[in-house]
């Protein structure tokens, strides 16, 4: 049981380029989350899903894309990048206890310098 | 997008002691988690509060939720160097969105 997975753990892009920010998870979750993480701020919603084929927009989602074809991954597609962008990234995996409330795992990060 | 009130935000203690940080909100929630993060590494969840009132322990770990749902603490007894770390606080009022509302995080150093 690997828990929350993320990769790259590190990426240098230039300005303009594209990449993809791999997340998945193994414990047959249906809610996922992307964060970003930036000093000073705490961690801000960029994207979710509450299933397979299902996503929505969080916080801050100008500049992300996501999907969501299977339970087990959540991709995060940055199309152009920007400076802005620099960041660190955490998908999470929500458990939701029927009766007792939900809790939100994280993976260990994918730190992105856009130059 | 609104951020808890999380205090102090740095604290240097003695190897020994114990600690004390907490989360103070406008909004209401009606869950409270506890995450530590170290450098380099996701946060790791230490403890989840489902209940207004509710007190629960992980170890040397302590967490309360707020009779009033705005407002949460974390105790850590007798601390110990791999103590070290960012702690966050964390409030949820569910949504189709699940969105946690992060604190700006206490910033733990213990000294031997």
């Known amino acids: 049981n690997a828990g929350v997975t993320q990769t790259p753990k590190f990426q240098v892009l230039k300005t303009g380029q594209s990449m993809t920010l791999q997340c998945a998870q193994d414990m047959n979750h249906e809610y996922m989350s992307w964060y970003r993480q930036d000093p000073g701020m705490g961690l801000r919603l960029i994207h979710y899903s509450v299933g397979a084929g299902i996503t929505d927009q969080g916080e801050v989602p100008n500049g992300y894309n996501v999907s969501r074809s299977t339970t087990e991954d959540f991709p995060l597609r940055l199309l152009s990048a920007a400076p802005s962008q620099t960041s660190v990234y955490f998908c999470?995996?929500?458990?939701?206890?029927?009766?007792?409330?939900?809790?939100?795992?994280f993976g260990p990060g994918t730190r992105l310098l856009v130059l | 997008g609104q951020q808890l009130n999380q205090s102090p935000q740095s604290m240097f203690i003695q190897e020994g002691e114990d600690v004390s940080m907490n989360c103070t909100s406008s909004s209401i929630f009606n869950t409270w988690l506890w995450y530590k993060q170290e450098p380099g590494e996701g946060p790791v969840l230490l403890i989840a509060l489902y209940k207004a009132g509710e007190l629960t322990s992980n170890g040397r770990l302590t967490a309360q939720f707020g009779i009033t749902r705005k407002d949460s603490f974390l105790n850590i007894s007798a601390s110990i160097p791999s103590d070290v770390g960012i702690y966050f606080c964390?409030?949820?009022?569910?949504?189709?969105?699940?969105?946690?509302?992060f604190g700006s995080g206490t910033q733990l150093t213990v000294l031997p």
């Open positions: 999470a995996s929500i458990r939701i206890t029927s009766g007792v409330g939900e809790t939100q795992y």
């Open positions: 964390a409030g949820l009022f569910s949504g189709s969105a699940r969105q946690l509302t």
